[in-house]
């Protein structure tokens, strides 16, 4: 597994490690075309946080940023330009037509110190804001952003990747406004039953009738269902936070978003 250096994140990424109201900083992944023409032999992807809107606020930077082409090799990507607010990616769509997914791999971010209060993580940043019968852990953030893009004719296939990630079991190019979406959510292949999805969609800022964050349940089989309103982008994330094996004072907090496109009816 491609782990990011620590110190390659940047000091503007330290606030969203430490302070639990950067919590809701979502990484995320936003191609400049999702369904590009058959002619077309790239695409430009954002690569940022953002919180709310996918508007870019820090930039994401990977040493495993990667394409997968619909003939199922995997290719690494370098930034074509990185930024204060966002890297951008020109990712190649050299295997021809059908579905790619783009990924920023897992990242390995800072390890944040918090304590456990009544089996809930807590983040704090002095010991003045630990109560009696808290217990001290470490917490290292692991991060994985997706998107898929589809040149031309869609290709069908499943892209298996490391770590927690968000799978559409729809098709990710043929996404239509007031249709469910289905999605499952697991770990090198394993379903993950229980876990919270939450559902962000973009463009509030503009929006007359706002649509706020919806947390949905994964079922036995990892799987969550819901239904876009209206047409435009959407972000879909989900946190797993569980000790690790080998230490029990260490936290591992796993973040995976899945930048979708919404289209609306023809």
Known sequence: MTLLNPAALGRGLVPLLLAAAAQAHSPYLKPNDFNPAAQRRHVTVEASFAEGDLRPDVAMKSDAFQVTGPD????????????????YLEVPLAAGEGTYLVSSGVRKGRLAP????????????????????????EVQSLTRADVYVTRGKPSDGTFDAEGVGIYPLSKPY??????????????????LAGQTLTVITDGQAYARHKQPERD?????????????????????????????????????SHTATLTLEVQPQP
Do not use: C, M
Request: net charge positive; charged share 20%.
């Open 72 to 87: 199922g090799r995997r290719q690494p990507l370098t930034p074509a330009a990185v930024l204060k607010d966002a890297s």
């Open 216 to 252: 949905l349940r994964t079922d036995a089989a990892g799987e969550v269902s819901f239904t876009p309103q209206t047409a435009g982008l959407y972000l879909l994330q989900v946190r797993v936070r569980r000790p690790s094996p080998d230490n029990a004072a260490l936290w591992l």
């Open 114 to 137: 918090a304590v456990l209060r009544q089996g809930q993580v807590h983040f704090v940043e002095a010991s003045q804001e630990r109560q009696p019968g808290d217990t001290p852990i």
């Open 174 to 191: 043929a996404l239509y406004a007031g249709e469910p979406v289905t999605v499952r959510v697991r770990e090198h292949q394993q379903a």
